[in-house]
């Protein structure tokens, strides 16, 4: 038998038991976490109001102030947006956000075992900022709608979103849409929620960033998901370094790809990626 095909069927039982420890868990699971997912099915949003604390919120502020620079390049990105990639190489600070188990628990509802992260980005809306084009987060997923979500998002509100500052808008009910409905502004509604909240929402959903009227920014961080077997927006295994990559909890490893897709997608060699950090 050719090596390769040896060594996979030999680690298959391995690749099944990292498999297994990095399953959804039942402690994820709540009453809270239940309703919002009924909440998130029903409407294709849920907003989780008083997630992060004060002192949780000055942090993340004081730490991303200072990586904010560029505004974006063209008008999706917003000429009067900041916007920050790669974050997970520039500060810890969001580790939390992306692999919290307020989140994961409602990942773990919606897609199968060792869904992935796809993208995480801070997003600074400036005053004058105009909307931003209607979109729904997964439709580069040519897979024709309706159907089921693909991907799913969340945004962190860092500020309080307001009617006027920036936040994002959400359709109701368009997840639920088929491949030729477009979203119209006049449908959008803002998804005013304090500081420390979370707005969840389906990759099928039509949103977009709001128009930021004030004279304050708006300061937020997404994450977007996908399933385990699409391929992520960014590429987390070419901007993490292995030493970057060991800092990282076991959830958020296994979020950027340290993870397979049962039995074999994701794979290293015939093993379980996990093993290139266990082998230096
Ligand atoms: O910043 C926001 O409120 C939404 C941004 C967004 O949907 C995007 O950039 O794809």
Redesign the pocket.
């Known amino acids: 038998m050719p090596r390769k095909i040896a060594n996979l069927s030999v680690l298959d039982s391995d690749l099944a038991a990292r498999h297994k420890a990095l399953r959804p868990s039942a402690e994820r699971s709540s009453p809270e976490i239940d309703r919002d997912f009924d909440t998130l099915m029903r409407d294709g949003y849920v907003i989780i109001e008083g997630v992060l604390d004060r002192d949780t919120l000055s942090d993340i502020r004081s730490r991303i102030t200072p990586l904010l620079d560029k505004t974006g390049r063209n008008t999706?990105?917003?000429a009067r947006?900041q916007?920050v990639y790669d974050v997970f190489s520039k500060t810890r600070v969001l580790d939390h956000l992306a692999d919290h188990p307020r989140i994961l628990g409602l990942m773990d509802k919606l897609f199968l075992p060792n869904y992935l992260i796809s993208q995480a980005?801070i997003?600074n809306?400036l005053p004058g900022e105009a909307p931003?084009l209607l979109?729904a987060?997964d439709s580069f997923y040519k897979v024709p709608r309706p159907r089921p979500p693909l991907g799913a998002?969340t945004?962190w509100a860092i500020d309080g979103f307001t009617e006027d500052n920036?936040?994002?808008?959400v359709i109701p009910g368009s997840h639920a849409w088929g491949q030729d409905r477009r979203g119209r502004w006049e449908d959008a509604i803002p998804a005013v929620m304090p500081a420390g909240s979370v707005l969840f929402f389906l990759g099928t959903t039509w949103?977009?960033?709001?128009e930021n009227r004030s004279d304050k920014p708006?300061l937020?961080v997404?994450c977007q998901y996908c399933e385990a077997y699409l391929r992520q927006q960014e590429n987390f295994l070419l901007e993490l370094s292995r030493e970057v990559v060991r800092e990282l909890s076991p959830e958020l490893r296994s979020l950027i790809g340290y993870s397979i897709m049962p039995p074999f997608m994701g794979m290293v060699d015939g093993k379980h990626p996990l093993r290139l950090l266990e082998e230096e």
């Open positions: 999706f990105e917003g947006t916007r980005q997003i809306i931003q979109h987060d998002a945004i920036g936040a994002t808008v949103h977009g960033g709001g708006r937020a997404t």
